[in-house]
C-alpha cells in the first residue's frame, strides 16, 4: 500500500496536496494553541492531535514508510 499511496504522494498534484494538509492542520506544530481568550483547551489539541495523525500517516506514506508494506 506504501509503494501506491507514495506514487500518488509523490506526484506534482500530490506534493501540493501534502504541502497544504501540513499547513492546515499544522503537522510540524504544537497541539496546544491558545484560543481567542488566551486559554488552552483540552479538546481543542486533542481535535487538533487527531488531525494531525491522518496527515502524519500521509505524510509517512509518501515516503514509503509503513509497518506493513502489502
Known amino acids: 500500500m506504501a509503494d501506491h499511496a507514495a506514487e500518488c504522494l509523490n506526484s506534482k498534484s500530490g506534493e501540493r ?10 503537522l510540524m506544530e504544537r497541539s496546544f494553541l491558545l484560543d481567542q481568550q488566551g486559554k488552552v483547551s483540552p479538546i481543542n489539541a486533542a481535535i487538533r ?22
Open 17 to 26: 496536496l501534502m504541502a497544504f494538509l501540513v499547513k492546515e492542520f499544522g
Open 49 to 70: 492531535d487527531g488531525e494531525r495523525g491522518v496527515v502524519g500517516l500521509l505524510f509517512k506514506l509518501k515516503q514509503q514508510e509503513t509497518y506493513n508494506n502489502e
